[in-house]
């Protein structure tokens, strides 16, 4: 998996983040202030940078004048929410600008969108015996390849890339449908039955009443 | 109609002087003409009645106008009248049997052409006979004279109005024109940025005017710069305030959210993720807390009463005594006690923040000084703690909101950057001044100097 830069001077909002990538497999390491960004960013171990805007010393911006040479894609983390600290933040380069404060899958998934963005995640995605390709759009079962509807397709995708991490029906909603989607939470129950029923998930896909679905990981498989 | 000043007098001048001279010049030229007139007629008589009397007899030989005689012009009598000067016939019959009527002599001016004739008629009997005797004049000349003194009087007239008028017009617009200079500038800074200086020039009330004008303009420029002071310390106080609130607000639902959604969470995580919620959870706790007192400072109006500093300072001190107790410090009071006038809940609040502070940057087992005195009607408060100090830059910075010295260290000990902040709005309330004065490593000293009676007509403000 890749690895990732923490650059944030709250302990805990940094531990948080780290605990956060870690859930998803992710490795991270944490820099209290800027000082050795530059020189950690271009390392090459990282893949991916999260820069909080405000820092002692040098600020999130000015780091990132000296940070975009290095190739290494950077989101901005923010609790200003001013428009124009967003735009003045992506000019300056960065691929992502998200304000605090932030729910875990949400971090998780734009962090997903940059690093596709940049071929830093295999396309193939596994689960037991399934395997899905994001870029080919094919899922095979056994090697045998199982026909989904683009939208199953993409309600797998997004379970398979949060293995053991319960979603609720909104966030399916969003990351299938898009976030201006008004449909029903029930479109989200018939297309969970259907991949199911396809893909003999019935003991893996598991219901988390109150709260939505999870595809848990099995040991054996 | 839009006219500048110029133009209105330029018009206004030139309608008046053509009244006014056009009529003068008709009275004029009218006066003049009727003494000719009456000078020319009172000849006429004279002359018509030598005529009559020499005995002229009326010929009957031409009988141009039924036995009247003729007399012509060049006062040369017994001459038959030119043909050019003949009347009109019917003017003329009209007239003679007007004057065969009448009992003396008769006067009339009668067109004949383009000439004008006087005549000159009465009765005269001859042979028993009733004729109209006649005399005719020659006045032409007199209108012709009439009538060029008017184009002359008239073209005097135009050209004079005009140079007066013009005349005018131009002072005016040389008076007035400092005014173009300040409505210019006037229009550039409504555009611009508010930097205007006019220089004071022309009449009284044009200097009178752009003294106001800059007196208004610098007004103008200094309330904006406090405008954008406000509005720029406003944002400074947002961004730190939305900072201060978020940073917790993400630690506490990105690891609820953690502890929500994953499958498993083993006993350390649990631990790990729900200490996090709970000390966040406490700065939001102690920063809420802190900003509805600034608030409550900021709004109400203060309760001012008076009371015994002495009495005031032991509650302080039992207040803090566990926070001393537990770092060991020592809180020493000194000074002499008077009756002071305060809002006693804010004041000690202010207090206690001070000591706080003091307790803050000292090391275990150190002394905080509280010194008190009267001078000059103000009570002079000074706290004196002997710890880390700050350098200028942080004594500048000291009082902005959200600011700490060592942000790690506050925050442990639930500071949330605003003590000070507060301090500084109770100080403002109580019309008093703060001064603060630091050196690092050697201790910091903050000063305050309040009034002893409310609504003292002497201000004091002391800038730090």
Known sequence: ?221 | MKLYTWQRLFLGVLAFCLAAGGVAAVLLVQSAFSASLAREESLAVSLHAEAVRSGASPSDGDGFFGGSRLYGEDDSFLKPLPAELSPDGEALSAFVSEVTRAEGCLVRVEPAGSARLLLVGSPVTRGGQLYAFLSVRDITPLYENRHSLSVRALTALLLGSFAVAAAAGAVCALLLRPLSGVNRALRKSASGPLELHLPERGGQELRTLTVSVNAMAQATAEQTRLLQETADSRKRFADSMAHEMKTPLTSILCMADLLRIKRSVTESERLEYAGVIVEEAKRMRALSSKLLTLASADGTSPDFRECLLSELLEEVRAALQPILDRRSLRLTLAGEDTAVSVDRQLFQTLLINLIDNAAKASADGQQILLYHTVQDGNLLLAVIDEGIGMTETEVRRATEAFWMADKSRSRKEGGAGLGLTLCSEIVKLHDAAMTITSEPGKGTTVQLTVPLRRKAPVREKKEG
């Open chain 1, 1 to 221: 998996m890749a690895d990732i830069l923490i650059i944030e001077d709250d302990a805990h909002v940094a531990l948080t983040v780290q605990a956060t990538l870690a859930m998803a497999g992710y490795g991270c390491d944490i820099l209290p202030d800027g000082r050795d960004a530059v020189a950690r960013a271009a390392s090459g171990k990282y893949d991916l940078l999260l820069l909080d805007v405000m820092l002692p010393g040098e600020d999130g911006f000015a780091l990132m004048e000296k940070l975009r040479d290095c190739g290494v894609p950077v989101i901005f983390l923010t609790a200003r929410q001013d428009v124009l600290d967003k735009v003045s933040g992506l000019r300056l380069g960065a691929e992502d600008y998200i304000v605090k404060p932030f729910e875990a899958l949400e971090l998780l998934a734009r962090i997903e969108v940059v690093l596709r963005r940049y071929h830093k995640l295999s396309g193939v995605l596994t689960y037991g015996e399934l395997r899905a390709d994001t870029e080919k759009h094919e899922v095979t079962e056994r090697g045998e390849p199982v026909a989904l509807t683009p939208k199953e397709f993409d309600m797998l995708v997004f379970l398979m890339q949060h293995v053991d991490v319960a979603v609720t029906r909104e966030q399916l909603l969003q990351a299938v449908w898009g976030y201006n989607f008004m449909g029903e939470t029930r479109t989200v129950d018939m297309h969970i039955r259907q991949l199911r029923k396809k893909l003999h998930l019935s003991d893996g896909l598991v219901t988390i009443p109150k709260l939505g679905y999870r595809l848990e990981s099995r040991k054996g498989h």
